[in-house]
């Protein structure tokens, strides 16, 4: 028997931070199914904790705060979404040690975020998207970036979920299917619309592959997400339509599933929604608040 049961141990192992912090961004890669989620978040918390050289279990809610609310390597003053984004990388971390039993407290809990307006979604029209569609040209390139767009238009997936398609996630069983890791690192397939998969063989074959001979792992589109965006901004120019990142096309796809006269319901499901309610509200700042019924009205008196 010990002498003092009750005795704390001679030697105490401090908690790996470095490797906490790994586990955290390839758990907040898997879950956002984003790599530039990670990167970002990996980015900020460097430039928090290198700054203060303190371990989590340290620091303050002035320290947060100082840091969120600070100037930037830019020198400027930073935007509302700037702060925002600082502080929910940094609180981020903190959920993940709290659970991980790490620390006991979350700084973040007692600094206040900004409230920022989210900007009005715009989906693109029928117009548009044919003006878009047109301005995309007939090259290997070209090709490949109108299969993207396509499959951004018809299946309403997010940027990674199309940009990090395999070869393998193709299946055939009288219709074709795909596979893609949704919002929080679930396995989901779909039914892939036949001109997306036509798009894709062409784009395949401008670049003298055939999916038949290629490897499972092997990637449909061979550009990365900042490369694809920087293309989509150049068409966008070429058609005379104003300037969109890539979930533009995503919020286009909504629009014209409600154009032909789907149910919010309908939409819910399309976009892999949580909730009717995310749905109705994400529906509603796309759509605006346009009146339909006032000319009908406005006749009654003429």
């Avoid at 919002?183 to 001109?195: A, C, I, S, T």
């Avoid at 589109?221 to 990142?245: E, I, M, T, W």
């Amino acid at each position: 028997m010990f002498e003092n049961e009750n005795a704390l141990p001679t030697t105490y192992a401090p908690p790996d931070w470095e490797g906490a912090f790994g586990a955290f961004i390839a758990e907040k890669r898997m879950r956002s199914g984003s790599d530039g989620t990670a990167a970002k978040y990996a980015s900020i918390l460097a430039r928090f904790f290198g700054g203060l050289e303190k371990t989590p279990d340290l620091i303050t809610p002035d320290e947060v705060f100082s840091f969120a609310y600070g100037k930037g390597p830019s020198g400027r003053e930073p935007s509302a979404a700037t702060i925002n984004l600082r502080l929910a990388a940094i609180s981020s971390l903190y959920g993940f040690l709290l659970r991980m039993s790490l620390v006991a407290t979350n700084p973040c809990d007692r600094v206040q975020r900004t409230r920022q307006e989210p900007p009005p979604p715009r989906g693109l029209d029928q117009t548009e998207i044919r003006r878009l569609l047109r301005a995309i040209p007939d090259s290997a390139a070209g090709r490949r970036d109108k299969a993207i767009t396509l499959a951004f238009l018809l299946t309403g997936r997010r940027r990674s979920e199309i940009l990090n398609l395999r070869a393998g996630d193709l299946s055939r069983n009288g219709t074709i299917y795909f596979r893609y890791r949704g919002k929080g690192g679930r396995q989901k397939r779909r039914e892939l619309p036949e001109p997306c998969f036509l798009a894709i063989v062409e784009s395949l074959a401008a670049r003298g592959k055939n999916l038949r001979d290629m490897a499972a792992g092997d990637p449909l589109f061979d550009v990365s997400a900042h490369g694809f965006y920087l293309n989509l901004r150049r068409y966008l120019r070429k058609a005379k339509l104003p300037q969109a990142g890539v979930h533009v096309l995503r919020h286009s796809a909504a629009k014209l599933r409600r154009d032909v006269g789907e149910t919010v319901e309908q939409v819910s499901s399309f976009l892999d929604h949580s909730s009717l309610q995310v749905t109705s509200t994400y529906l509603k700042r796309l759509e605006g608040e346009e009146d339909t019924g006032w000319r009908r009205v406005a006749a009654l008196f003429q």
